[in-house]
């Protein structure tokens, strides 16, 4: 008896969130429930035989609305149903928790070197964890944290001056951590800012991340993933890195801005890495 329903997005993610809403002919509501974390919904309310309005709603999601015929049965099957993300654009990925799978991703930093080039690097160890909220996607976590001494600039010598008191200073702040504080759309469908703590040097700042969700997919070994890139500026003199040379005509060796570029592969699950699966 009652109403079955099960509720997905475009990309095949359940809508844990989703509510199934049925109206008779007059629009007056007979029947109400909640999906379960399947996104599906089933509710053992009988209903009169005659014709209804489904209407599926979610946090985040274009409504339907759809007529069903209830039998003498007292039940109807409205079978799949598909939302659209509000704005369009990809999936957001399922909600809970996902883990960043270091072989797959990469924290990488950009300095102008004497004005006319620039010089990469990236840090070669770390570990992340997103949490996406089931709701309202606002309240999605991110924590991170970063093995200072890795950085990698493909130069022994000047990776070892990085790693020194006149920049990371590594030995006394071993760390680098990043903790969001929060998340709101930015411009475009799958474009969001990322606020958060970035702790560097025992000195913790407010940083935006300029985020890019790129859409999931899955493995070779079944397991879902998501992709992300993510881009940030940073001033020196704000984490206490002011050491720098002045060469000729005043300008400096190294520019007083870092550019930081993210690549992000996460796979759904807590405490997975690219060596698990």
Known sequence: MGVSAR??????????????TVTDMTGQQVLRAGADADGVV???????????????TAVGYAPTASTAIVTESGRTEVGNVTLARLGGGAELPPPGPWTVDPAHSSVGAVAQHLGISSVRGRFTEFTATISIAPEEI???RVEAVISAASIDTGNATRDKHLRSPDFLDVDTHPEITFRSTGLTPAAGPDRWTVHGELNMRGVVRQVDLDLAYLG????????????????????????????????????????TTLRVELEIQAVRGAGLTGQDI
């Open 216 to 255: 999931t997919g899955t493995d070779s070994w079944g397991a879902a993933r998501a992709a992300f890139r993510a881009t940030a500026e940073l001033r020196r003199e704000d984490f206490a890195m002011n050491y720098n040379q002045v060469i000729q005509a005043g300008i400096s060796a190294i520019g």
């Open 138 to 140: 606002a309240n999605s």
């Open 42 to 56: 089933r509710d053992a309310t009988p209903l009169a035989p005659g014709a209804y309005t489904v209407i599926v």
């Open 7 to 20: 509720v997905r997005t475009r990309d095949g993610w359940a809508v844990s969130h989703a509510v199934v």
